[in-house]
């Protein structure tokens, strides 16, 4: 597509249940990123992807939070048992294969509530 | 990623130049600098790059020092629409992630 999809874009959920977030990358886009925003907060970085393998794990919260993606498409976060801290902007990017620094394109993200 | 350090929030007025400052001290010889724009409810997006002196874009301009210690963003006769919060960001050019600080937060008033 034009740009990179999230969703769904709001998730109400309940503490200790499971949540799955998708991210669409744009189309040829071989990079693939996670990251979280707490409100008022910059990015925190979760995990990068680079095809379907995942180099940089090192900004996974916990074991509770775990990623996957299929071949050059989409990714999925997977947040088990939720916690009231995981509520956040779940924000997911893509890049291709050159422009590094200046090439993220960022989806508008998945504004998870744990209650 | 070297480390930055940015004001936390700005105010300006609609049609008034805005400028931006950030400190790099630890800026390595082959880190770039670069300023994301973030608007409310929205992911991040570039706006500029540079590694010395001056870089100018349809959007802003990027003042960087012989030092490199420090640049500064400047948006020309903002609009309420630049409202958004600023990060600068510090490293290689082809680094695989970005590292991203608590950003400046720039509020326009009509």
């Known amino acids: 597509g034009a740009g990179v999809s999230q969703s769904p874009s709001n998730k109400v959920t309940e503490k200790g249940k499971d949540v799955e977030l998708r991210c669409d990358p744009i189309s040829g886009h071989t990079a693939l990123y996670w990251y979280r925003q707490r409100l008022g907060q910059g990015l925190e970085f979760l995990i990068y992807?680079?095809?379907?393998?995942?180099?940089?794990k090192s900004g996974l919260p916990s074991d509770r939070f775990s990623a996957e993606r299929t071949g050059e498409s989409v990714s999925t976060l997977t947040i088990q048992r939720t916690q009231q801290e995981d509520s956040a902007v779940y924000l997911c990017a893509s890049r291709g294969v050159g422009n590094r620094v200046r090439g993220y394109t960022f989806g508008s993200g998945t504004r998870l509530t744990v209650v | 990623l070297a480390k930055t350090t940015q004001p936390i929030s700005m105010d300006s007025y609609e049609g008034q130049e805005v400028n931006i400052t950030c400190s790099h001290n630890n800026i390595a010889t082959n880190d770039y600098i670069t300023w994301y724009q973030q608007f409310p409810s929205q992911g991040p997006r570039f706006i500029i790059q540079?590694?010395?002196t001056k870089v100018t874009n349809e959007v802003a301009s990027l003042f960087i020092p012989a030092d490199r210690k420090s640049s500064t963003l400047s948006l020309p006769r903002v609009s309420l629409s630049d409202t958004a919060v600023y990060y600068c960001?510090?490293?290689?050019?082809?680094?695989?992630?970005?590292?991203f600080g608590t950003g400046t937060r720039l509020q326009v008033f009509p």
């Open positions: 540079g590694y010395k």
């Open positions: 960001l510090v490293g290689e050019d082809n680094t695989d992630k970005l590292i």
């Open positions: 992807f680079q095809g379907n393998s995942a180099p940089d």
